[in-house]
């Protein structure tokens, strides 16, 4: 379909709850520039074939509300620090309650130093996934142009 050309910017699409229209310019092998209109219906397109209209929604967030926790520890346990200070006071807590060996320090020292350092990375961890969801809520609910391409050999 050919459409002449409209009033005010030929590239300005309109937008309804169920269809995107906009005017593009194409360059064909028999001529110049033409214009061609190409309207979006939900589930079918004027170029021909089905236009499912997949989801435009980005997520970059690593977190959900009810995954933090876990995933958050996977992340730090797959740290070698993190896996070799929590063995560490393993072994210290096995020294001071058993007779295997002496145990000099008290587990406490490590288990609670390692735990704080934790809770900051943890924290740091949903300060970022936070400031993410916000830059995502961001960039989708900004308006887009549609560059749509026809198909070639449509007419």
């Known amino acids: 379909m050919v459409a002449p050309p409209r009033g005010g910017s030929a590239m300005a699409p309109s937008f309804g709850a169920d269809r995107l229209s906009t005017v593009c310019p194409t360059s064909t092998t028999q001529g110049p520039l033409q214009e ?10 004027s170029l021909g074939g089905r236009a499912d209209w997949p989801s435009n929604r980005i997520s970059t967030t690593k ?3 009810y995954s933090f926790l876990p995933k958050n520890l996977v992340e730090q346990l797959h740290k070698f620090s993190t896996v070799y200070f929590l063995s560490i006071s393993a072994l210290q807590y096995v020294g001071q309650f058993t007779d295997l060996f002496i145990g000099t320090i008290n587990y406490i020292t ?9 809770v900051l990375s943890a924290s740091i ?3 970022d996934d936070l400031q993410r969801r ?4 961001d960039v989708n609910g900004s308006r887009a142009e549609a560059r749509l391409r026809p198909r070639l050999g449509a007419a």
């Not at 061609?36 to 397109?45: D, F, M, N, Q, Y």
């Not at 490590?110 to 934790?118: E, I």
């Not at 916000?134 to 809520?137: G, T």
């Open 134 to 137: 916000k830059a995502d809520r």
């Open 125 to 127: 961890s949903l300060r």
């Open 63 to 65: 977190y959900e509300w």
């Open 36 to 45: 061609v209109e190409v309207t979006l219906e939900k589930g079918i397109s």
């Open 110 to 118: 490590t288990l609670g130093q390692q735990v704080v350092l934790m």
